[in-house]
């Protein structure tokens, strides 16, 4: 059996953050762990003995899920950081594989992000905090992680949805599958540009110990966790302690005094667990000089490379999709309202924008730049 197929067996079998299997992966390699496994005795090896590979390969291709391992050109290898880092509820380990379903790449999305992660039971000043600062996040191009939970995960995933950035989602269980069955139009839209993750194959459900180690994954893909809300016994503090293990950045938005959901965070910050962050730039900030896993960037020549600083930052506030006029741009740009003016000239000189019926401004889609390009030659 090739080590493809040995990490995918024990994707299949073991379930996941299994500390002892994780490092013997680690230490002998996936092959000699697999039939190690196959050779040995008890519940977990009749399992393997059980495991038919072609036909979950054939549920995963029907259903549009890939699988992805290290050394795979949507890896993160960040996540080797989960070997080094200490245990968290005695779980702990580099995922064997992680089953991926969406039109995204994985790699090139963490390359540049953040996870959010909060109550399930969110206030509605925690779900406006958590979608608006995920959108302003995805139109700085930092993409947005979470796990696809009610409450504060699916108010980032909408918000980053809004943005120019596609999002990230990582579940509890297989792919093939909507846990909560609610969130599958949530989750088709994720798929159409972002990615869904998750460790466990097609036709696994959620339980508390999966959620668990699914929070060390939403941790170790991105440079640093920002959570919302979380009372005292909030899931959403596991996935804070497993960033604070590995050494990631960690995060905290404060709320209401008041408010019980405010715990969390608020427990964090007092105990210096977390940085007190309230808007994106915040947070652009602290994850800026962490970017370990972003990819290697690539020769060839982007169309922003040439902008100065205050046209890329005007640039930048113009949304993915929709528009804005010229007042809300000099307000979100932070500029004068007659040089932002002269810089939206500028910038529609070099066809990056235009100025629709309404007299908002708009980004050039990719496909009428290369039609400027060709009648320009």
């Known amino acids: 059996m090739d080590e493809y197929s040995a990490r995918m067996a024990l994707a299949c079998v073991v379930e996941p953050a299994t500390t002892e ?14 039939e190690t496994l196959l050779a040995s005795q008890g519940a977990l090896a009749r399992k393997a003995a059980a495991l038919d590979l072609d036909r979950v390969r054939g549920i995963a291709e029907r259903a549009g899920i890939r699988f992805n391992v290290p050394g795979c050109a949507e890896w993160v290898d960040a996540l080797a950081d989960l070997h080094r ?8 380990g580099v995922p064997f594989g992680l089953w991926l379903k969406g039109a995204g790449d994985l790699a090139e999305l963490c390359g540049r ?3 959010m992660v909060g109550s399930r039971a969110a206030s509605a000043y925690g779900e406006h905090a958590a979608s608006s600062l995920a959108a302003d996040l995805g139109e700085g191009g930092v993409c947005v992680v979470s796990g696809g939970a009610y409450g504060i995960d699916a108010a980032a995933h ?5 943005s120019r950035t596609p999002t990230v989602a990582v579940l509890a269980g297989g792919l093939d599958m909507s846990y909560p069955s609610s969130h599958e139009p949530l989750f088709r839209q994720i798929a159409e540009s972002g990615v869904l993750v998750s460790e466990l194959p097609p036709g696994e459900h959620p339980t508390r110990v999966r959620f668990l180690g699914r929070n060390r994954v939403i941790a170790a893909l991105t440079q640093g966790t920002v959570i919302v809300e979380a009372a005292v016994r909030s899931g959403a503090r596991n996935t804070l302690a497993w960033a604070n293990s590995i050494s990631r950045i960690t995060m905290a938005v404060p709320g209401p005094v008041t408010n019980s959901r405010s715990f969390g965070p608020h427990q964090a910050i ?27 960037p690539k020769a060839e020549w982007r169309f922003t490379d040439g902008l100065s ?10 949304p993915g999709r929709g528009s804005r006029s010229v007042d809300e741009l000099s307000l979100k740009a932070e500029l004068p309202l007659g040089q932002c003016l002269g810089l939206l000239n500028q910038l529609a000189d ?17 496909k009428q730049r290369e039609k400027l390009l060709a009648e320009s030659l």
């Open 113 to 115: 992000s953040v996870s």
């Open 350 to 366: 070099q066809g990056l924008v235009w100025q629709n019926p309404k007299r908002e401004w708009q980004i050039t889609s990719a």
């Open 85 to 92: 880092g200490e245990p968290v509820n005695q779980l702990s």
């Open 21 to 34: 299997i994780a490092q013997a992966v680690v230490d002998y390699g996936p092959v000699m762990v697999w």
């Open 158 to 162: 909408r918000g980053c949805l809004s």
């Open 309 to 318: 600083p205050a046209e890329l930052r005007l640039y930048e506030s113009i």
């Open 270 to 296: 007092r105990n210096a667990e977390a940085v007190l962050v309230t808007n994106s730039g915040e947070v652009r900030e602290l994850i800026g000089p962490l970017s370990r896993s972003a990819p290697t």
